[in-house]
């Protein structure tokens, strides 16, 4: 199954819905410390022994590989134009602060790709040829030969430069498959209902009139300010662990028997009374959630390389 893609022409362009990543750049040396998500690579960085010496100028390098300057500029030349063509002014206060912005993202990127490429190089993952040519055809059967080919004029690529990023692009894909899949489509669920409101005090009183005998539905319906839910009596219906937004709240409803209520949590949503319906075992997770644990887990991947890794920056973005 093909579960992550970066996406190709997202890649190359240096433009996606997604904003600026999660993390921000290592500036400092860092040794291994913890096991990736997954299992898939030891953590240990790749020696700076084996990495080729270089005289270019750099933007950074990642446990001794470099990231040229001349790469990172032309990175981000490509971001400035795909932002221009898209309508942003980069010459205001607005614009500069997104072309900052995506200063840091697009380094960000690219040290992701040369962690990526690293663990995939010691996990003995090679992109065949064959796959790069089928790929390569079926953009062009997908786009047009003169669409394509006035793309990377446009761009300023030769077709050697692309099939280059277009095999970091299913090196990444297919590393982030390892990842993604490992995390199992069954899961112990909890079927839990909330009540949320403003304020310590008012939680309070609507626990005390539960602990009375009122009925929670009724009372979710009355008081909570969970616009999502209160109509349907605070029902977050069944849910495996990773998958709410309060974690505080997912942590004291996985604890709780069917039947039993929380005494208030709180969290940065307000503060919760929380009631565990029931508990099932082993449930298939819905397609949303499983997707939303799977990023997660290349997410915490990814963070894990850079926190293990000796990550050193040249530049200011």
């Given amino acids: 199954m093909r579960y992550f893609t970066v996406g190709l022409l997202a890649l190359l362009i240096l433009v996606t819905a997604c904003g600026t990543p999660i993390g921000t750049p290592v500036v400092t040396g860092q040794t291994a410390t913890s096991e990736p998500v997954g299992g898939e690579a030891s953590p240990e960085p790749t020696t ?3 990495a080729a010496p270089t005289t270019e100028p750099l933007a950074a390098q990642v446990n001794g590989q470099p990231v040229t300057l001349a790469a990172y500029e032309s990175q981000v030349a490509r971001y400035s134009t795909s932002m221009a063509a898209a309508g942003q002014d980069l010459d205001t206060p607005e614009g500069q602060q997104i072309l900052a912005e995506g200063r840091q993202w697009v380094l960000s ?3 992701e790709q040369l962690l990526i490429e690293q663990q995939a190089a010691q996990a ?5 040829e064959s796959d790069l040519d089928a790929t390569i055809a079926q953009l062009r059967a997908d786009i047009g030969d003169a669409a394509f080919e006035q793309w990377l004029i446009d761009e300023g690529l030769s077709l050697e430069d692309m099939r280059e990023r277009l095999r970091g692009d299913m090196i990444a894909t297919q590393m982030a498959n390892r990842i993604a899949e490992a995390i199992p489509a069954q899961a112990d669920h909890v079927h839990a209902r909330h009540i949320v409101v403003a304020t310590e005090e008012e939680a309070q009183q609507i626990l005390g009139q539960l602990q ?3 009925d929670f539905a009724t009372l979710a319906r009355t008081y909570s300010q969970d616009s999502s839910t209160r109509d349907l009596g605070g029902d977050l219906g069944f849910f495996p662990e990773g998958v709410l937004t309060s974690k505080e709240v997912e ?5 709780l028997q069917p039947g039993q209520t929380s005494e208030v949590i709180a969290s940065e949503l307000g503060y919760h009374v929380v009631q565990v ?5 082993g449930r298939e997770i819905e397609p949303e959630n499983l997707r939303l644990l799977r990023d997660q887990a290349v997410r915490n991947w990814i963070d894990q390389l850079r926190a293990s890794s000796d990550i050193q920056i040249y530049v200011t973005p």
Avoid at 251 to 255: E, M, Q, S, T
Avoid at 277 to 281: H, K, L, T
């Fill in 48 to 50: 700076t022994a084996s």
């Fill in 109 to 111: 990127l690219m040290i």
């Fill in 124 to 128: 003995g993952l090679v992109i065949a």
């Fill in 212 to 214: 009375a005998g009122a």
């Fill in 251 to 255: 942590a004291v409803a996985f604890a």
């Fill in 277 to 281: 319906v029931e508990r099932v075992a």
